[in-house]
């Protein structure tokens, strides 16, 4: 459970890059997006502007303390623990110190948020982000996981860069959090998982993050669809994506419905459909396919 409580203080949101100015994000890893990290640290630091944009922070000090991590970001279905949490529209599989967490998320238009770790579920669930936002933007949640009860507002205060032993680190958002004691670093292509933390005149943590190269090809988008079972309606979403096209099929693969939608989600009514299993294709604008499985009960 440390690495999980690690995550979860370490956790906030990040923005679009644009021109060092990060805001209104919804940037979250696809499925099949695979990555390592190594972990530095310093036991001193100092100096870091905390507001504005454009900066460029110092972290050359930090040295590499033995500890690496996995992420593979996978289909709500790849989880040995989906059945636990039907809501979930991305998986995260991370592996550190020979010890597997499966995160469950919850993805949309406005907020990313984490419903379990593994067969613990996160009560009220833990907001990683809402947008859109801009500098000096927050919001405060409170969440409760394996009885412990957590509550911490968050504060976009900066952007800039971060100078590493091994290059610079581009796109980076900076987050206020516990009242200003620290401050924690996104990558704004990724707002589900911090690069570190600043805490000033104790010291900087700082994961070193690289893509996995030689992995196969991602494989095919998959939709959230929830709550699954359903017995009146089904909520889709393809996270990120805009303009969807979509049909449910029965058993016998016949149509049952067909629809569009302008955004990267859609309800389906399905209170005129036999119980049964469906499956779900979905196409957005650019020729994405996706597909999904969901049951409706009476």
Same mark, same amino acid.
């Given at each position: 459970m440390k690495n999980l409580y690690t995550a979860l203080f370490l956790t906030a949101c990040v923005g679009t890059a644009a021109a060092q100015t990060l805001t209104n994000a919804n940037s979250i890893p696809a499925v099949g997006y695979a990555e390592t990290r190594t972990y530095y640290n310093s !036991? =001193? @630091?100092?100096?870091? @502007?905390? %507001?504005?944009?454009? +900066?460029?922070?110092?972290? &050359?000090?930090? &040295?590499? #303390?033995? *500890?690496? @991590?996995m992420s593979n970001y996978r289909a709500?279905?790849?989880?040995? #623990?989906?059945?636990s949490y039907p809501g979930t529209t991305l998986c995260a599989q991370r592996v550190q110190d020979g010890n597997t967490e499966w995160r469950h998320y919850i993805v949309d238009a406005a907020h990313a948020?984490? *419903?379990?770790?593994s067969a613990e579920a996160v009560v009220d669930g833990r907001t990683y982000c809402t947008y859109p936002f801009s500098l /000096?933007? =927050?919001?405060?949640? !409170?969440?409760?996981?394996?009885?412990? =009860? #957590? !509550?911490?507002?968050?504060?976009?205060? @900066? =952007?800039?860069?971060?100078?590493?032993?091994?290059?610079?680190?581009? +796109?980076?958002?900076? #987050?206020?959090? !516990?009242? /200003?004691f620290s401050y924690y670093l996104y990558l704004a292509s990724n707002l589900l998982d911090p690069i570190g933390t600043y805490t000033p005149g104790f010291g900087i943590d700082l994961w070193k993050v690289e893509l996995i190269t030689g992995i196969p090809d991602a494989p095919t988008l998959q939709v959230g669809l929830w709550p +699954?079972?359903? %017995?009146?309606?089904v909520v889709l979403s393809m996270p990120g994506l805009q303009g969807l096209s979509f049909t449910l099929l029965d058993a016998l693969g016949r149509a049952v419905l067909t629809n569009t939608t302008t955004g990267?989600?859609?309800?389906?009514?399905?209170?005129?459909?036999?119980?049964? %299993?469906?499956?779900?294709l979905a196409v957005d604008a650019r020729g994405q396919r996706a597909t999904g499985t969901v049951m409706v009960a009476r």
């Open positions: !036991s =001193s @630091a100092n100096g870091w @502007a905390l %507001t504005g944009t454009g +900066n460029t922070w110092d972290a &050359t000090g930090v &040295t590499p #303390f033995g *500890i690496t @991590a709500p279905g790849d989880s040995p #623990f989906a059945a948020e984490m *419903i379990g770790v /000096g933007s =927050s919001y405060t949640d !409170s969440w409760t996981i394996n009885g412990n =009860s #957590f !509550s911490d507002t968050y504060i976009y205060v @900066a =952007s800039g860069e971060v100078t590493a032993p091994w290059g610079t680190i581009t +796109n980076v958002v900076l #987050f206020e959090t !516990s009242g /200003g +699954n079972p359903a %017995t009146e309606e990267d989600r859609a309800v389906i009514d399905v209170r005129n459909c036999a119980p049964g %299993t469906y499956r779900v």
